[in-house]
T-cell receptor, first 111, second 114 residues
Framework: DAKTTQPPSMDCAEGRAANLPCNHS???????VYWYRQIHSQGPQYIIH???NNETNEMASLIITEDRKSSTLILPHATLRDTAVYYC????????????FGTGTSLTVIP | NAGVTQTPKFQVLKTGQSMTLQCAQD?????MYWYRQDPGMGLRLIYY???????DKGEVPNGYNVSRLNKREFSLRLESAAPSQTSVYFC?????????????FGAGTRLSVL
């Protein structure tokens, strides 16, 4: 089971921030939140992950609510190349544990 | 640095034929994974190998076998291909860090079974 709920699709204007929500109300204390994206039919690409603190890297920011039941991925200045399917995944840390990909959110960046 | 390399990129099989999908990683990762992705769906885990010498079933293992040949290579075999196995297959690997465990994916193998 994917353990996460995401909207099936979203649009965002080029240059604006894209805010992609994810609900993970059954998350356990040892589970991390990961975000991946898949551009066209390429292999998924890691974006960011976090446990309970907000995280930022060169690609995006991850905001996790205090109760950890939901999170938001923020692409601060969306470009056309950010058009992709975005997957939110929760899983325990540690190698060998399975990633469960749901159907994700299809983000379209509009010129 | 090639990352995760999958071969072949495309393959067409007839029902009942067998084939092996190859995957190699050059990042010295312990764990490797095989996923399939059907049109309009997310990835589903077929098998994974947490470390060299071990393999475990994932969500959809039926009809497949795997071999962790060495630390670099993890192959997926279809003994008797069926049309239901038409899909895009992705291999991934992940490293030692318990906290990060980021998976890196190959470009995929597009398989059609007629």
């Amino acid at each position: 089971d994917a353990k996460t709920t995401q909207p099936p699709s979203m649009d965002c204007a080029e240059g604006r921030a894209a805010n992609l929500p994810c609900n993970h109300s059954t998350i356990s204390g040892n589970e991390y939140v990961y975000w991946y994206r898949q551009i066209h039919s390429q292999g998924p690409q890691y974006i960011i992950h976090g446990l309970k603190n907000n995280e930022t890297n060169e690609m995006a920011s991850l905001i996790i609510t205090e109760d950890r039941k939901s999170s938001t991925l923020i692409l601060p200045h969306a470009t056309l190349r950010d058009t992709a399917v975005y997957y939110c995944i929760v899983r325990p840390g540690g190698t060998g544990n399975q990633f469960y990909f749901g159907t994700g959110t299809s983000l379209t960046v509009i010129p | 640095n090639a990352g995760v390399t999958q071969t072949p990129k495309f393959q067409v099989l007839k029902t009942g034929q067998s084939m092996t999908l190859q995957c190699a990683q050059d990042m010295n990762h312990n764990s490797m994974y095989w996923y399939r992705q059907d049109p309009g769906m997310g990835l589903r885990l077929i098998y994974y190998s947490a470390s060299e010498g071990t393999t475990d079933k994932g969500e959809v293992p039926n009809g497949y076998n795997v071999s962790r040949l060495n630390k670099r290579e993890f192959s997926l075999r279809l003994e008797s291909a069926a049309p239901s196995q038409t899909s895009v297959y992705f291999c991934a690997s992940s490293g030692r860090s318990l906290a990060k465990n980021i998976q890196y994916f190959g470009a995929g193998t597009r398989l059609s079974v007629l």
